[in-house]
């Protein structure tokens, strides 16, 4: 699908739903299960360093992602005077489903109302029972009231897509605010993903709220969609999530119900954390996003790599913000989405290496 008026026209019902691990979890992903999936480093523990003579070439790597999924994009690029210069892409301006990867922007947030004096990374924050989600992350297991610093919560959402810890910091920072913050860090198009879902909201849009109530919900304004957030979502049974999450049996409308951004969108999300990093007070920016990479990287080649991914059952999206030895600053962004079936990793990975391998030796 191409064309963003698409996206937002797009809902097929009635839902089926599969097990838990499938829907929103892991380091990559949202999470019952990361939201969503296998996380990558499960399957990716290979050597990191490529092998001159038998990395893939951009055309083998490129008919190679084809082959994973219907539907594939691709960015590589490096930073060049702050902004993300092309190397070599597929379809890197469509419109994706992006899973928990939309937590870049919530952490553009943070970094702007630190930048402002609103916030502070060790401030404490409390984690209520309102705002626990589901899994990825072990966060919602803590009493209610139990309290962490920002920088912290920051950590456990960018490493292990912990869900809680992400939605306390969106109600900390202001769900608009976070919405405001996709144009300031480059989407092209914030409308996508507004009213911002918490992941806790998605959840409950994904596999409780009824068909006819969702197609009511698309059709409605921005207003009304907030206050069926507010009213109608936010009073639904905790329980009744986890029962429905167990029915989950494959894709659930991952070109309609989602957070969606391009390559191209998130090679300036990055590039906007990477200036951010470099201010006066900022640098946790660049370290909470190095925590977690997914995919093995050689730390001769790669001396820092920031990474945040996301997934759920037929989908899966990967960016990261690498620095070569040589001191040169790459992105690279890489989405798979099948609407029929969950994915092939074994595939996906190896594509995914033969990226890395690529760029470590792009000239």
Known sequence: M????DLTARHEYPITISRRAALLGGAAGLALAGVGGTPLGALARQAATPDANARATWDEI???LAATAPNTVLLTAELIDGEPVEIHAVDADRVMPIGSSFKFYVLGALSMQIEEGILDWEQMVAIVDEHKSVPGGDLRYVPNGTEFTLRYLAERMMQKSDNTATDALIYLVG???VEEALGI???HDPSLNIPLFTTREFAFMKLVVPPDQLKTYFASSVEERRQFLTDVVAKL???ELIAAADKQTGPINLFGLEWFATRNDLANAVAYLWAQSQKEGLRPVAEVIAL???????GEIWPYVGFKGGSELGMLSGTWLMQRADGRMFIYSIGFADETAPLDMGPVIAVMEQVRDQLAVTP
């Open 2 to 5: 191409n064309d963003a008026a």
């Open 62 to 64: 490129d008919a190679n």
């Open 175 to 177: 769900r608009e605010k």
């Open 185 to 187: 860090m480059g989407h």
């Open 237 to 239: 049974s905790y329980e």
């Open 292 to 298: 977690e990479t997914q995919l093995t990287f050689n």
